[in-house]
Antibody, heavy 122, light 107 residues
């Protein structure tokens, strides 16, 4: 069974750094694209970017390029989303999700993590 | 960037009724790279349809997808109580973007 388990909720102050994680299991982690999706509470879904863990090929949405960093460690089957300096506007629920089309950078998301709530407040 | 516009924003219906949800793209989504998701409160989205019309594993056949080019439709033939939720479309033709969602609520 494919599972994506995300790290727990975070509360940060503006300007702090943050790294959240997503551990995949039940499939070959290195050769499946995995992505991040933002959801502001009560709002819609925003595609942030994706990574191919085997060679760390990364594609960002123009809206998030330069705002976050996506990475992965295939040796431990874990993807990451990080910020150097969070802002109040980064307050949201962040989901990781696995591509359904094996090996393709353009795909729907077949499996989703449970979400990590990030709250940024002074 | 391809912008997806979903309509209506809210769809009030009763159990047993037919639901028709629209997703319109600002540019043609070739190869029908269009997916639909269902999201219930407090839960992650769940894949319903991909390739515009292929049901994901375990999805009941009351859910169907159709369309091509710039106009796509998700139809729920007869609403069950558990179908009242928010539905999102996603294009994965050029990069990827989501629609803003349609809420199917109990009338």
């Amino acid at each position: 069974e494919v599972q994506l388990v995300q790290s727990g909720a975070e509360v940060k102050k503006p300007g702090e750094s943050l790294k959240i994680s997503c551990k995949g299991s039940g499939y070959t982690f290195a050769t499946s694209w995995i992505g991040w999706v933002r959801q502001v509470p009560g709002k819609g879904l925003e595609w942030m970017g994706i990574i191919y863990p085997d060679d760390s090929d990364i594609r960002y949405s123009p809206s998030f390029q330069g705002q976050v960093t996506i990475s992965a460690d295939k040796s431990i089957g874990t993807a990451y989303l990080q910020w150097n300096s969070v802002k109040a506007s980064d307050t949201a629920l962040y989901y990781c999700a696995r591509h359904g089309r094996a090996g393709y950078s353009n795909s729907y998301f077949e499996s989703w993590g449970q979400g990590t709530l990030v709250t940024v407040s002074s | 960037e391809i912008v997806l516009t979903q309509s209506p924003g809210t769809l009030p219906l009763s159990p047993g009724e037919r639901a028709t949800l629209s997703c319109r793209a600002s540019q043609s989504v070739t190869s029908n790279y269009l997916a639909w998701y269902q999201q219930k409160p407090g839960q992650a989205p769940r894949l319903l349809i991909y390739g515009a019309s292929t049901r994901a594993a375990g999805i009941p056949d009351r859910f169907s997808g159709s369309g091509s080019g710039t106009d796509f439709t998700l139809t729920i033939s007869s609403l069950e109580p558990e179908d009242f939720a928010v539905y999102f479309c996603q294009q994965y033709h050029r990069s990827s973007t989501f629609g803003q969602g349609t809420t199917v609520e109990i009338k």
